[in-house]
Every structure is written in C-alpha cells, then in structure tokens.
C-alpha cells in the first residue's frame, strides 16, 4: 500500500490522482489532502478518501471527525504519514510543499512546474542531501524519465522536449493581437486548467520545461531543443552520442505519467494504449520563437538564475490572470513578463525567504505595468 500526501487536490492533476486511487484501492491510500481555496469539491474528496490530515490554504472547510483540521504554518504534517508527497498544487505556493517534503525525506512526485523553475537549486541540493527520490510527473518529463530507464543522472548528448503548439501556432502576429482568454483556452489536443493552458497558448510552458531538464537532467541549456509536434502522441525524445534517438510515444493523458510516478519501475494497466494503425502521420515541425517571446523570454531567465526565474513565474501569474479578466490583450502578456525582468535587479537565491521576497517584487511591478497598459 502506497500512502500518498496529495498536494493541489482540487486541480486538473490532483483529480486525476484521485481518478488512479480509485481505480486501484488495493494499491494507493491518500494520506493527507491540500488545497488552495476549499469547496465543495475539497470536501467531497475528504468525504470520499477520509484522510489523517487536511489543508486549506485559503479559508474554511468542512471535514469528518477523524481528519484532522491543519492550519497555516502546520504544513510540514501533511508529510508525517505518507510514502509519496505528489506535489501538485499550481503556481509558486507549490515551491514551499516541495521544499518541505524534501525535508521530510519522502519521495516527491513532482507535478508542480514553478518547484524547479523559481527553486531548482534549493530543491536539488535539499533532495541530494536528504537522498530523496524525485519524480517527474509532467508528460515531458516523465517521457524523458522513461527513456533514460528510470534515471536521471544517465548520460545522453540531447533532450528534445515536444510541444503542441497550442492553439495559435499557425496564426499571424496581428491575428495573436485579437485573440480571447476564450481562443487561448480552447487547447487542440489536451484537457488542462486555465493557467496551464494559456502558457501553453504562449509557449511559456515549453520554456518551463526547458528549466526544469536543466534541472531535473543535469543538463546545460545547449543540450535541450524543443520542437513542435501538434499530434502530442510523441512525448519527448532522448539523443545519445552514437546517434541513436528514443522516444517515448502516448496518447495525451495525464493518468499515464500520474500512475507510473506511483508505481515505477512497475507498471500496472492503464485505459489508453496505442492503437498505431489510426494514429496516421506523426509531424515534427521548427519552435516559433520569434512569434511568441515567452519562451525566449524564460530561457533567458533560466540562464541568469539567481532570482530571475522567479520574477519569471511571477510577472506571468499576474499577466496570465490579467489576460484572463479580459484586463490585457495576449502580447501583453509576454510585454509584461519582459518589463518585470528588466525592472527587478538581479540576486542570488540561497533561500526561500529570497525567492518569496522576488515573488513580491515582481508581482508589485507586474500589477503596476497592467495597470498602466491594460485595456
């Protein structure tokens, strides 16, 4: 019996999870249960699962007796019964779970982008320290685990990440410049939450992603390409020094890169296998940079580290929520991202108490610029 600590519960990914438990009663328990903002959909899971312990980050809930009601500052308990902490809650608040699991020395199952991406140091260097094994859960990256047989310290000459392209790969710059949250919502091949698929409309994922391989692969940032794949069957490729490529191909579904985070290197049945004869033709086709700065924008911030990813993250939060209100049309988007960059000074990020600190700092500079140059 696996018991797992379920971070971000309510999200797209923690229902999924929830979706795997279910399916597999005998194999998984959820522990311990955490959300952002409550609701019913909180409540019935601690209804359904009855866990020892449950989180809200942001207001009240109703809990059966024998949960026990967590408070702000009682994080870290969410870890003391579990063997897996699946780590998925949304945005930077998903950077302190990670943190503290690490530091609980149980396995993370990562499916929180912004962990490596603002804490990629401070992750790594408490995972080293505490032997902690890290699991990629993002499709990406789970295909990269996978083609590295399960290990990320393997060798490799190049990662090539795939990309949908999302919904406006093919559309013009003055076509992007009238696009609706309604257009970049409308993902062609996945079913994600809003934040998520607007980056992925933006390509700032890609670029997400991009950090996280430097991160979880020991990677320099020449040895990871991203392409576009619209058919999303092929998840990411691996290269090595003889020239010889693998990739590890799917339908998307996330429920495939959940259970084998539980799981590996076992794998137990899943509802999706390939069906090869209908795929049809598999395209590959050149990453668009100059059509959608965010990606370009967070490589850049990959390569300064320090604080930079973080500002990142943050100035995208704003804007994407910003985009979402119908505040800012979607170039702005990236305009506020690049301003926040250029207008927050450089630091290290030896703590998280630094990283909180630039998070608000460039939430202050982001809200100022869509303020100024909204709608």
Same mark, same amino acid.
């Given at each position: 019996?696996?018991?797992?600590?379920?971070?971000?519960?309510?999200?797209?990914?923690?229902?999924?999870?929830?979706?795997?438990?279910?399916?597999?009663?005998?194999?998984?328990?959820?522990?311990?249960?955490?959300?952002?903002? !409550?609701?019913?959909?909180?409540?019935?899971?601690?209804?359904?699962?009855?866990?020892?312990?449950?989180?809200? #980050?942001?207001?009240?809930?109703?809990?059966?007796?024998?949960?026990?009601?967590?408070?702000?500052?009682?994080?870290?308990?969410?870890?003391?019964?579990?063997?897996?902490?699946?780590?998925? #809650?949304?945005?930077?608040?998903?950077?302190?779970?990670?943190?503290?699991? =690490?530091?609980?020395?149980?396995?993370?199952? /990562?499916?929180?982008?912004?962990?490596?991406?603002?804490?990629?140091?401070?992750?790594?260097?408490?995972?080293?320290?505490?032997?902690?094994?890290?699991?990629?859960?993002?499709?990406?990256?789970? =295909?990269?685990?996978?083609?590295?047989?399960?290990?990320?310290?393997?060798?490799?000459?190049?990662?090539?990440? +795939?990309?949908?392209? !999302?919904?406006?790969?093919?559309?013009?710059?003055?076509?992007? #410049?009238?696009?609706?949250?309604?257009?970049?919502?409308?993902?062609? +091949?996945?079913?994600?939450?809003?934040?998520?698929?607007?980056?992925?409309?933006?390509?700032?994922?890609?670029?997400?992603? %991009?950090?996280?391989?430097?991160? /979880?692969?020991?990677?320099?940032?020449?040895?990871?390409?991203? %392409?576009?794949?619209?058919?999303?069957?092929?998840?990411?490729?691996?290269?090595?020094?003889?020239?010889?490529?693998?990739?590890?191909?799917?339908?998307?579904?996330?429920?495939?890169?959940?259970?084998?985070?539980?799981?590996?290197?076992?794998?137990?049945?899943?509802?999706?296998?390939?069906? /090869?004869?209908?795929?049809?033709?598999?395209?590959?086709?050149?990453?668009?940079?100059?059509?959608?700065?965010?990606?370009?924008?967070?490589?850049?911030?990959?390569?300064?580290?320090?604080?930079?990813?973080?500002?990142?993250? =943050?100035?995208?939060?704003?804007? %994407?929520? =910003?985009?979402?209100?119908?505040?800012? +049309?979607?170039?702005?988007?990236?305009?506020?991202?690049?301003?926040?960059?250029?207008? %927050?000074?450089?630091?290290?990020?030896?703590?998280?108490?630094?990283?909180?600190?630039?998070?608000?700092?460039?939430?202050?500079?982001?809200?100022?610029?869509?303020?100024?140059?909204?709608?």
């Amino acid at each position: 019996m696996v018991r797992i600590a379920l971070i971000g519960c309510t999200g797209s990914i923690g229902m999924q999870v929830a979706q795997v438990v279910r399916r597999y009663p005998e194999r998984f328990r959820l522990t311990a249960l955490a959300c952002g903002r !409550g609701g019913a959909a909180f409540e019935a899971l601690l209804a359904e699962f009855q866990p020892a312990a449950a989180l809200c #980050a942001e207001g009240t809930f109703d809990a059966p007796e024998k949960v026990a009601k967590l408070a702000a500052g009682e994080e870290a308990r969410l870890f003391e019964d579990c063997d897996v902490a699946f780590i998925a #809650a949304g945005g930077f608040a998903g950077l302190k779970y990670t943190l503290l699991a =690490a530091g609980a020395g149980k396995k993370i199952a /990562l499916a929180n982008k912004e962990s490596l991406v603002c804490g990629g140091e401070l992750v790594m260097r408490a995972v080293r320290e505490r032997g902690v094994d890290l699991v990629p859960v993002d499709s990406e990256h789970s =295909a990269l685990f996978q083609c590295l047989a399960f290990r990320r310290d393997a060798a490799f000459s190049k990662l090539v990440l +795939t990309a949908s392209g !999302g919904p406006f790969y093919r559309l013009s710059r003055e076509e992007l #410049a009238r696009v609706t949250a309604a257009d970049a919502l409308r993902h062609p +091949t996945w079913n994600m939450g809003a934040k998520i698929t607007v980056d992925s409309a933006t390509l700032l994922n890609k670029g997400y992603e %991009v950090i996280e391989a430097k991160w /979880l692969y020991h990677a320099d940032f020449s040895q990871i390409e991203a %392409v576009v794949h619209p058919e999303s069957i092929v998840h990411s490729l691996v290269y090595f020094a003889d020239g010889a490529a693998l990739a590890q191909l799917g339908y998307p579904d996330m429920r495939v890169p959940i259970q084998l985070a539980l799981t590996y290197p076992e794998r137990l049945p899943c509802e999706t296998p390939l069906d /090869l004869p209908k795929l049809g033709k598999l395209t590959f086709l050149p990453f668009p940079e100059e059509k959608f700065p965010c990606f370009p924008l967070a490589i850049a911030a990959g390569k300064a580290g320090g604080i930079m990813p973080t500002v990142l993250n =943050a100035a995208a939060e704003e804007a %994407v929520r =910003a985009f979402l209100n119908g505040r800012i +049309t979607f170039p702005a988007i990236a305009e506020t991202i690049q301003d926040a960059l250029g207008a %927050v000074p450089q630091a290290s990020a030896e703590s998280f108490l630094q990283l909180s600190e630039a998070d608000k700092a460039a939430r202050r500079r982001a809200s100022k610029f869509i303020d100024t140059h909204g709608k």
